[in-house]
């Protein structure tokens, strides 16, 4: 064992390699930003974890060239269905076909071919130094200057010089507890037992999501990839977990739900649904991500998406500060930026939570009633699209903190193509005042002014959502969320320097 090794330096060190890490190591690696990227085991993990994402994401997944690579082992989700134990509809919930960002609304997918999908990419770009096998065991110093760290891999103990070390490390996060960081608890937990199966034959199941809110247990039925099936069963006061767990009471519970001849078990555990926000995002050099930093119930679906959400806005903004574009202070409008949208989402998922896990049949009876009162009036339960960005890097003008629309574009008698696909990575400045708007790339690392209707054409689409905001200009950040709109393209250049001051960028 060789513990005397030269240190090596990175820019950015990103621990944990589950959806979350791979994603912000790739989005760094596009920025020209250097990176290590380290998991503690040696092989992806095999079995399904997330069993969704969402358009947002799938937009992730496009910008880094993957999409289609990602569709081909997921579904398209249609429906989102609450039943009582009678099987009479409480809520259903229909998802358009295509979003405002380009993609269907949701998608049903098998986490471990996301994984493969997404290492494989990282394989292949020169910046990433992908380390399997390799754990972090110690943050030898951390200020804002940097991170040194110690990491063990096959031939001993390696220190790791870093100008940001990012924690990607799931729930029970080394890093977190390393960098002291405590978490603030909901108090919402909940026993579930999870069972995943192989079905080869789907004929009669439903293609719905569907929580079955009966006060004698409740459960959540879903698809997943194509073939691919998943039961979840509330634990009841008193079961514990070792007893769910044995082959008879696994088919006596799926028995109403499959026949069991048709299924293969390929996964069955007890999971204690949590609800938990780290106090802080940042120490030092030190930043947490996904479930390192958050961690949800899953009952709205949103778990990997909220890191994926994360690692989009932390990595245009460790690039500019890495590339000396921006001051470090840019980086402490990661956490006000995202704790509030985690939190809304996190609460709402313990409001549906509260709403499935009722076990009196009095209040069960009351909820179905107000539930169906609520269906018939027109409009769902609880509102399932996601909030706004509030705060931070985020301006005070109309439709500030919303993620920017991606229709179908097309340059002057070029081939029409999603918008990120169209334009170039970084901020846009999109205009569609008289005259060209050219002040701005000088004032925007890596940004572009362009002219609606000259520079590019779409369908309409951003004339309409500029006409909802009575502006003619918009300012889009590289995360694709919008700073803000205005009537002219100067006055959200003024009021984004006032909040924060650009730097040339550095030499290629």
């Not at 947002?56 to 081909?72: D, N």
């Not at 909040?499 to 550095?506: A, H, K, P, V, Y």
Request: net charge negative.
């Amino acid at each position: 064992m060789n513990d005397h090794r030269e240190a090596i330096e990175v820019e950015v060190l990103v621990v944990g390699l589950g959806p979350v890490g791979d994603v912000l190591a790739l989005l760094l690696a596009e920025h020209g930003i250097s990176v290590m990227a380290i998991e503690r085991d040696p092989q992806p993990y095999c079995l399904p974890r997330a069993a969704s994402f969402d358009d947002e994401s799938m937009r992730t997944f496009q910008q880094l060239g993957v999409s289609g690579a990602i569709a081909e082992n997921a579904r398209v989700a249609r429906e989102y269905r609450f039943v009582n134990g009678d099987g009479v509809t409480l809520m259903d919930f229909k998802f358009p076909e295509v979003s405002a960002l380009g993609w269907p609304l949701a998608y049903l997918c098998h986490q471990p071919h996301i994984e493969e999908v997404l290492r494989n990419r990282m394989r292949n770009r020169t910046l990433i130094d992908m380390r399997l096998g390799c754990r972090l065991v110690e943050i030898e110093s951390n200020d804002a200057n940097g991170a040194v760290v110690a990491v063990t891999d096959g031939d001993g103990v390696l220190r790791v010089k870093a100008r940001f070390v990012v924690g990607c490390d799931g729930g029970a996060s080394t890093v977190r507890r390393l960098a002291g960081i405590d978490l603030f608890d909901y108090g919402f937990e909940e026993p579930w037992l999870v069972i995943d199966a192989l079905v080869k034959d789907e004929t009669g199941l439903s293609p719905a999501i569907t929580q079955i809110c009966d006060p004698r247990r409740p459960l959540t039925a879903l698809p997943m990839a194509p073939g691919r099936r998943r039961w979840e069963f509330m634990l009841l006061p008193g079961e514990r977990a070792e007893e769910m767990m044995t082959d008879d009471l696994i088919k006596e519970l799926l028995a109403s739900h499959i026949d069991i001849s048709r299924a293969e078990i390929v996964r069955k555990a007890v999971y204690q649904f949590h609800a938990l926000v780290a106090c802080q995002w940042r120490v030092g050099s030190v930043l947490l991500a996904g479930d390192a930093a958050h961690q949800t119930p899953p009952f709205r679906g949103q778990g990997m998406c909220l890191g994926i959400r994360d690692a989009v806005n932390l990595a245009w903004k460790l690039a500019l500060v890495v590339t000396d574009c921006a001051d470090e202070q840019l980086l402490d409008t990661y956490q006000p930026e995202r704790e509030p949208h985690v939190r809304a989402t996190i609460e709402t998922a313990i409001y549906m939570g509260r709403v499935i896990c009722t076990l009196d049949p009095l209040v069960a009876a009351e909820r179905d009633r107000d539930m169906i009162a609520q269906r018939e009036g027109g409009g769902p339960p609880q509102q399932l699209e996601m909030p706004p960005l509030r705060g931070g890097l985020i301006s005070s003008l109309p439709r500030a903190g919303e993620v920017f629309p991606q229709p179908w574009a097309a340059r002057k008698q070029g081939e029409k193509k999603l918008l990120d696909d169209l334009l170039p990575d970084g901020f846009w400045l999109i205009s569609r005042e008289p005259g060209r708007v050219d002040h701005a790339p000088g004032e925007l690392p890596g940004g572009v002014s362009l002219h609606l209707g000259s520079d590019f054409e779409d369908d309409g689409t951003i004339a309409a959502w500029l006409d909802e905001a009575d502006a003619d200009a918009v300012l889009v950040r590289p995360d694709r969320y919008v700073f803000g709109t205005a009537k002219h393209a100067h006055t959200l250049l003024e009021e984004l320097h006032q909040l924060i001051e650009f730097r040339s960028t550095r030499a290629a």
